[in-house]
């Protein structure tokens, strides 16, 4: 599996409180992009039964869905402010995230130029293609206000573009509302001449629309076709938790944007999606298959079933929870098990898929320092989190959607194995109890729920232990035996120095990336920025060398290694290991039968709950 970049979203309240709690006025936006060549937006906001005192207008320093910082601010500028006479307010800078209007008369009407030119999960893009919104690296908001109304009109570059967005759509096709603050933050807009596909799941009154727009470059067959691979996903998922969620509007949109000039990610929220990649649909074989997976799971698993830590969202500050490897975890784990289930991907795809997840998570030296709980809360330091001093997380970190992931697989065949009952029973009773309530859960609610599916107290406080507190990893070589998967290494035999990336300076070899700790060139004292110079009699100067060195070579051999390192030539000894790798292959693929038994857990476990 390809690790993502995925995030959780903004926790918000059932969508019986989104109806307006007062006669507020509401804050009232409106954004254009005549200089849309130039990558600006200009936005104005008019505030209106303002309190007497000064009025703070602030940009937001964190997104629904992130966990790092994001100064969102320092793409702001040319601000001014009117009154309702339209003369100039004086307006005042104390912090680098804020500005302030000292005195007004009620009503003011806040105005800025927004540069955006990345389009993701995270950021905006204004360009002569579309506008590509997240709202809080878009729009300002004022404190005290958060809990007014909200009206935006998005005025488009071009009459042909259309606007996608969970927004509430008015009469007016620009014009939008929603019920608060958060709600329009967690909202993201596209507006382009996208291609849109819809479809409804349910009967009668419990009928919603799902909607998939996408700006691309394809073809409408593309998109048919896209479309009708995310309609198995979406009706496998709806399968799995036995409803779909109660959708505000009755309407999810996936918002995509398959073009050269965005940036991959995928991002959920309450009854969207974004999703980016630089490839078109036809360029990757539909892999963006497996993002749009993953985030609309996330409407059961974290939009309505989510931890307590994430509500409320603090847009000031990062939003962490020790809950990410459940939270994202476990959803990485559906991703591909759904798309899987739903007939897309065939055995042998959803054995590499799991190699990758199982080969990653079982060699990551960062398992000895933290478990999956404590790597959670690391979020805020790897979430697309920007830093220009280096760090040491290939040996410190393991990402929580391969680990959370790694630790469902287990835990489902687990259940399966020794208590007559799933994975999938477990989520839907957490659906159950938390998401259709919007209960926002602990981590005790998480073992509970797992003693109740189980019916074992002892072997659900056995489990959070063992493998979510510390980072032991369940026996995964017995559980997948029982499907007739093999857990084997990926190139027995083979002579392996550790995991080496180079960065080549003419004939110089030099280390890009930290050695791994446990790993021959780590125990032989090498790390980032070494050249190496010679193994054993081989002169190191390309990676055909490397690999020729390599090759020539006998797990237990001990050579002699020459470096240099900051213009020190250095010797030593290093040993050579068998590769580490694994992976996961049928018993079909080394030509053996499974049993009959086997056959039962994988059809039981993999076959489609939709048909």
Do not use: C, K
Request: aromatic share 10%; net charge negative; proline share 6%.
């Amino acid at each position: 599996m390809t690790v993502r970049l995925f995030a959780i979203a903004l926790a918000l309240a059932p969508a019986a409180a989104l109806a307006q709690e007062d006669a507020a006025a509401p804050v009232i936006y409106e954004v254009s992009f005549d200089n849309a060549v130039h990558n600006e937006a200009r936005v104005s906001i008019a505030f209106s039964e303002l309190d007497a005192g000064p009025l703070t207008v602030r940009m937001s320093r964190s997104s629904p869905g992130r966990y790092a910082i994001h100064e969102f601010a320092r793409n702001v500028y040319d601000v001014g402010a009117t009154g309702p006479d339209g003369e100039a307010l004086r307006v005042v800078r104390e912090d680098p995230y804020s500005w302030i209007i000292p005195a007004h008369e009620g009503e003011v009407r806040f105005a800025y130029t927004l540069y955006a030119d990345r389009a993701d999960g995270t950021y905006s893009q204004v360009d002569t293609s579309h506008a590509h919104l997240n709202m809080p690296a878009t729009f300002a908001w004022a404190p005290g206000l958060e809990g007014r109304p909200i009206e935006v009109r998005f005025e488009p570059l071009d009459p042909n573009w259309r606007i996608a967005t969970q927004l509430e759509p008015t009469e007016d096709p620009h014009v939008f509302r929603a019920p608060n603050l958060a709600y329009f933050m967690d909202s993201p807009t596209e507006i382009s001449d996208f291609d849109l596909r819809e479809w409804t799941i349910g009967e009668g009154e419990d009928a919603q629309t799902i909607r998939l727009a996408v700006h691309h470059d394809g073809t409408s067959a593309d998109m048919d076709e896209y479309a009708r691979r995310a309609e198995q996903v979406v009706a496998e998922q709806v399968a799995l938790f036995g409803e779909a969620p109660e959708f505000d509007f009755g309407t999810y949109t996936f918002i995509a944007d398959y073009l050269a000039h965005v940036d991959g990610d995928g991002m959920e929220h309450r009854n969207s999606t974004i999703l980016s990649s630089s490839q078109g649909l036809y360029e990757a074989a539909f892999a963006q298959l497996g993002t749009l997976s993953h985030e609309f799971l996330h409407a059961w698993n974290v939009e309505r079933l989510r931890p307590a830590e994430l509500e409320p969202f603090d847009f000031t500050q990062a939003n962490p929870s020790p809950a990410l490897w459940f939270a994202e975890g476990f959803t990485s784990y559906y991703d591909g098990l759904t798309i899987h289930r739903a007939g897309i991907d065939d055995l042998d795809a959803f054995a590499d898929d799991l190699t990758g997840l199982v080969n990653y998570v079982a060699n990551a030296p960062g398992r000895r320092f933290y478990g999956p709980q404590a790597m959670s809360l690391r979020a805020p330091f790897v979430d697309a989190a920007t830093a220009i001093d280096p760090d040491n997380h290939s040996n410190i970190f393991v990402s929580y959607y391969p680990y959370g992931a790694v630790i469902g697989l287990g835990l489902d065949l687990t259940l399966r194995r020794d208590f007559g009952v799933t994975l999938d029973d477990y989520m839907r009773r957490l659906w159950q109890t938390h998401g259709r309530t919007e209960t926002p859960y602990t981590q005790a609610d998480l073992e509970a729920a797992l003693a109740d599916v189980s019916g074992d107290a002892g072997f659900a406080a056995e489990f959070f232990d063992r493998h979510i507190e510390d980072g032991e990893l369940p026996d995964l070589a017995s559980l997948l035996a029982e499907a007739g998967l093999v857990l084997q290494p990926a190139h027995p035999g083979a002579a392996w120095l550790g995991t080496a990336r180079f960065d080549q300076r003419g004939d110089a070899m030099i280390l890009s990336a930290n050695t791994l700790i446990g790993q021959p060139l780590y125990d032989a004292g090498l790390d980032r920025g070494d050249e190496i110079v010679r193994v054993g009699r081989f002169e190191i100067d390309s990676p055909q060398d490397w690999s020729q060195a390599l090759a020539r070579h006998a797990p237990g051999d001990t050579v002699e290694i020459v470096f240099v390192r900051l213009g020190e030539t250095l010797a030593g000894e290093i040993a050579f290991e068998e590769d580490p790798a694994l992976e996961v292959v049928t018993l079909e693929s080394r030509d053996e039968r499974p049993s009959r038994a086997q056959r039962r857990f994988r059809d039981a476990w993999l076959a489609s709950r939709a048909e």
